[in-house]
């Protein structure tokens, strides 16, 4: 082997030690400086780049607005206080990578996405400066003669193949041990059912509290049980870093411990259709106490409740408001603004007076009687009690 040769072999080993030495150095600092974000300094470890969106410029925004924000159509103010809460803007802090992580369990996620973004970043930036190097170091000059590459180079050969195997067992058992932590909840975690259907979430608390918001409490483990009553939804809470989907006729599961209170935001991340995108509900982290408040005043309040106020309730909980509204405007289905006694032409040019009866049906069969101009894409209702049918039926007859 020639001189030359020998030396570019040898330059190359040195690089490539190098590069797997600042790739390891990359993958500790940024493993290092993780835990003091979860500590709870998020805003002093970040860079000052937070998101410049209208909820963070309005942290005490009424809920009207935020309602705006959202673009849910609730004209109706919500008036309990929970409501209210669920209704003020997501907190969107963090940093330009990522939102804030708030789920004591998921923090190796953010640890494994820093270390395989740097490690990204690293191998790009050295390979195009080296190419480049070598390129000009290399090329063709009057009077030099093209050398003969190397057949083999076991130092070579060792090293490029040592490095990353080191990296992708780094990887793997990150990845590993993060998948097993976000896959096993404590045996003592709070449980809460979650079921979505086309197109809305309803999150079953303890005691049987219905709401279309996620409540929880701080500093709690809390396990999902989620299904799905009709197609793929998928559950996703970025700052939670939690990513489930919900599956027809059976029943998938996700954990978390949220470390912070606040009011997070929720999104459906599996294409289900039409209003897909307005599958957004918020994940409300009470503080210590607040989560029992929620639950024994909500309970209290459906116990005593008049059938106007249930069914006023069971729109936004049953998730009707994602395709009905109540202000004339048309979006997936009709309207429910002033068809209490009209009379409605079918699909097939029948007509129909809206009454108790054309309403139960609409709600238990829907495709028996369809409009025309609308899909016929309703879920079935039928595991409503005749006492929230009769609160939806009233609801309907005060829009007038
Ligand atoms: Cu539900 Cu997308």
Redo the contacts with the bound molecule.
């Keep these: 082997m020639r001189h030359a040769t020998k030396n570019a072999v040898r330059h190359t080993t040195v690089i490539s030690l190098l590069l797997g030495l600042a790739v390891a150095f990359a993958t500790l600092t940024s493993v290092a400086a993780q835990p003091a974000e979860q500590a709870g300094q998020p805003a002093a470890a970040a860079p000052a780049a937070p998101p410049a969106t209208p909820p963070t410029a309005q942290p005490v925004a009424p809920p009207s607005v935020a309602e705006g924000e959202k673009g849910s159509a609730a004209p109706a103010a919500s008036k309990h206080w929970w409501d209210e809460l669920a209704a003020t803007p997501w907190d969107s802090s963090g940093t330009s990578w990522l939102p804030i992580s708030v789920n004591k369990a998921g923090q190796g996620t953010d640890t494994m996405f820093i270390a395989v973004l740097a490690m990204s970043y690293f191998f790009f930036i050295a390979i195009a400066l080296a190419v480049i190097v070598f390129v000009v170091k290399y090329r063709h000059r009057p009077g030099h003669k093209a050398q003969p590459s190397p057949a083999h180079s076991d130092a070579l050969e060792i090293t490029w193949t040592i490095i990353p195997t080191l990296i992708c067992v780094a990887l793997f058992v990150g990845g590993w041990r993060g998948y097993v932590a976000l896959a096993t909840p404590p045996r003592k975690a709070l449980e809460v059912k979650v079921e979505?259907w086309k197109?809305a979430w309803q999150f079953t608390h303890a005691n049987g509290v219905e709401d279309s918001n996620l409540h929880v409490p701080v500093d709690t483990p809390v396990r999902l049980v989620m299904t799905s009553r009709d197609v793929l939804?998928s559950f996703w809470v970025p700052v939670l870093r939690v990513k489930q989907d919900l599956v027809p006729r059976r029943y998938t599961y996700a954990w978390f411990h949220a470390t912070k209170p606040g009011v997070y935001r929720l999104y459906?991340t599996?294409?289900?259709g039409t209003n897909?995108s307005q599958?957004k509900q918020t994940v409300v982290v009470h503080p210590a106490g607040g989560y029992e408040k929620y639950l024994t005043e909500k309970y209290a309040l459906s116990q005593n409740q008049s059938p106007l106020e249930r069914g006023k309730a069971l729109y936004t909980s049953k998730g009707c408001i994602g395709c009905h509204t109540i202000d004339g405007n048309r979006t997936v289905g009709p309207s429910w603004k002033g068809i209490w006694g009209e009379q409605i032409t079918l699909g097939d040019g029948s007509k129909v007076t809206v009454d108790e009866n054309y309403i139960r049906e609409s709600i238990v069969n829907p495709t028996a009687k369809t409009r025309p101009g609308f899909p016929p894409s309703m879920p079935v209702f039928d595991t409503l009690s005749e006492a929230d049918i009769g609160g939806l039926i009233e609801y309907i007859k005060s829009l007038k």
Excluded: L, R, V
């Design positions: 979505a197109w939804h459906c599996e294409y289900c897909h599958m």
